[in-house]
């Protein structure tokens, strides 16, 4: 549990209206259900030890006496159980009766909670509990009463638990000073909020929308079963939120309880990057402190192999569209800020050259310029292979831009001889002297056609330092620079999918299916070709771990965890450890040419400008992440 992830839950007892006994014995079945099940926290629904719709009963001194003494033996259920548990129940206390959330942990009475936000018609019965507080005796112990009460979990600092009573529209947005909601990253809604049409679906995109504006995780734990209906139905809801998405969701109408898996890291990072919370609005909060076990939270939901790429079909494609557009629409401002005449840039038939011609069209196409003044210039080295030779040629004619051809073979002999390399060596120096030879007659060319050199880099290879200084890593405007591999392959078959030219649509697909290569050195063929991914690892793991590190700052040992579930059925533990190893140095001692990058449009969350993005000097030491590997 040391890596921030702690199982939840939220449950649906059925009950009985004032019977408190037959109540209690139904949530005590929940509650050991949950702790058999390693869950860590447990929502129970609002007023659930009476029944939420007890009218005037809530007058009757029995009923309220019977409450408590249910709530006291739920607390003797819960010793030995390390399961934080809120359940409902009301309670009278200096001449006022209060909608309460009692927090019950391994035999003791943590702390309840009083509805703040009282609605009609439960102003009949219940008392707003906003700036109330006072410390209870209950039979032989003592416990806290009141709204600013946090409960924070020893030796999990970013599991903080704030409480709510009634319906999620009644919650303070934003959090109130002193309010329980300011501060905590997990909270938890106990409610009784009755069937309607539409309500659901209302509820549901309240707490989506709480959860995301908060950077929090919220239980929503509704009334259900046994209610009354004399005047209106209640359907149990029960929703896990984090983060703006429904992690969990049950039934309507059936009882029990639904658990999932939340990440507290992830939440108090995000606050802490965006400087959401201040001291400021933890004035007046009680801090209650539970000792919470250290022990290992199941993984129920692998994450996404590709967090880049969207899972659901039209969300990705909306999103590859939407970045396609972000860049046409900078490129072309760039050429319209610096005058440009024309757009110039290397093709090589592969994914990033193919990208940034497509962004290069549609700047000009959103201009209102000819396509033929985009310079697509293919440039035959030492390992440019046919297929991609060919696709370089079909693509530019495909799209109506200018190509043309220069042959680098003769320039780097010459460069070769001159520096006194034999030419025939394949180490760095022939590979990268192709690279910067390349750069040279692009910029060249541009300076003689009054154009602008537009760079294909991408996200993964600044990464990755997968580029030669002053060759493939300089340009007049990097359109790629924002754009992760693992998104190029999608964005084009998005591409394909909408073009009616048969022609286009099949050069496109077959880019996508050439394996990514630099063709920096002599090859037979397709078969022997250089192939980065048998060099780095895949692209996909490195993307992969490049969300995690720089998006959530997650450890070396948690994001090992998460990759291993993610890959389970394709990769080792040994290889994935490896390629992160191979992240970790590169990514460290790469720094230093992603300290001078060109301008480039950031398209997401991962920016690796320097100006706008990492902040990360260039002789920072990767050792103590490659130690905590070391351990592992």
């Known amino acids: 549990m040391q890596d921030g992830f702690v199982c939840v839950s939220v449950g649906t007892p059925r009950i009985k209206i004032g019977d408190c006994r037959w109540n209690a014995e139904h949530c005590a079945a929940l509650m050991s259900e949950a702790a058999d099940r390693d869950a860590h926290v447990l929502v129970l629904p609002e007023l659930c030890l009476t029944g939420a719709s007890c009218g005037d009963l809530f007058f009757q001194y029995s009923l309220l006496d019977a409450a408590v003494e249910a709530m006291l033996a739920l607390a003797d259920h819960s010793k030995g159980q390390s399961l934080l548990t809120f359940v409902g129940l009301p309670l009278p206390l200096d001449g006022k009766l209060y909608n309460c959330a009692a927090a019950l942990y391994d035999g003791v009475v943590l702390g309840l909670v009083p509805q703040t936000h009282v609605p009609w ?22 416990a806290p009463f009141g709204a600013q009460l946090l409960f924070c979990a020893g030796g999990l600092s970013s599991l903080v638990v704030g409480a709510e009573v009634g319906a999620a529209w009644q919650w303070p947005d934003p959090p109130s000073v002193g309010h329980a909601t300011a501060g905590a990253t997990v909270l938890v809604n106990l409610a009784a909020e009755p069937n309607l049409v539409g309500a659901a679906q209302c509820r549901r995109r309240q707490l989506e929308a709480r959860s995301a504006s908060l950077h929090a995780a919220c239980l929503y734990a509704g009334a259900g079963a046994g209610e009354s209906t004399t005047d209106a139905g209640f359907c149990g809801d029960r929703l896990i939120v984090a983060n703006g998405h429904v ?20 939440l108090e990072h995000e606050r802490r990057r965006l400087s959401v919370w201040t001291a400021s609005q933890e004035t007046g909060h009680v801090r209650v402190g539970f000792d919470l076990p250290a022990r290992p939270t199941a993984l129920t939901r692998p994450p996404a192999r590709t967090p880049f790429v969207p899972e659901e079909q039209i969300a990705r494609a909306r ?40 962004a290069a069209t549609g700047a000009f196409d959103l201009l209102g310029r000819q396509r033929t003044d985009i310079l697509a210039v293919t440039l035959p080295g030492f390992g440019t292979g046919t297929r991609t030779y060919r696709n370089a040629g079909t693509l530019s004619a495909c799209l109506g831009v200018t190509l043309r051809e220069v042959d680098i073979r003769p320039a780097v002999e010459l460069h070769f001889r001159a520096i006194g390399h034999d030419g025939v060596s394949p180490d760095v120096v022939f590979e990268n002297a192709q690279a910067r030879e390349r750069t040279q007659i692009l910029m060249d060319i541009a300076n003689a056609e009054d154009g602008l050199l537009v760079g294909t880099g991408d996200l993964s290879e600044l990464a990755l330092g997968w580029c030669t200084y002053g060759g493939d890593h300089m340009s007049m405007y990097g359109v790629n620079a924002g754009v992760p591999k693992t998104l190029i392959a999608p964005i084009l078959h998005q591409w394909a999918n909408t073009v009616p030219q048969p022609a286009l649509r099949d050069v496109l697909l077959d880019i996508v299916g050439t394996p990514v290569s630099p063709e920096l050195l002599p090859a037979a063929g397709e078969a022997d070709m250089q192939k980065t991914e048998s060099i780095l690892g895949p692209y996909i793991v490195h993307d992969f771990f490049l ?9 070396p040992k948690k994001i090992l965890r998460l990759a291993c579930a993610a890959f389970a059925d394709t990769y080792t533990a040994e290889d994935i450890l490896s390629w992160l190893n191979v992240f970790y140095k590169r990514f460290f001692t790469a720094q230093y040419k992603r300290s001078c990058l060109p301008d480039g449009p950031a398209v997401g969350s991962v920016s690796l400008s320097p100006r706008g993005g990492l902040c990360l000097p260039s002789d920072a030491a990767a050792a103590l992440w490659l130690e905590e590997l070391e351990k592992l």
């Open 547 to 555: 969300y995690y590190i720089l998006r959530w700052g997650f450890s």
């Open 319 to 358: 999103r590859c569209e939407n970045i396609l557009a972000i860049q046409s629409q900078a490129l072309a401002e760039r050429l319209t800020h610096v005058g440009a005449r024309r757009a110039v840039l290397g093709v090589s038939g592969g994914l990033d050259s193919t990208l940034a011609l497509l």
């Open 121 to 142: 018609p439960q102003t009949r019965y219940f008392t707003t509990g906003a700036g109330k507080t006072a410390l209870l005796s209950l039979e032989d112990r003592q």
């Open 247 to 266: 992690l969990a969701e049950a039934p309507r109408y059936a009882t029990g309880l639904t658990l999932t898996e939340i990440d507290t890291d992830r």
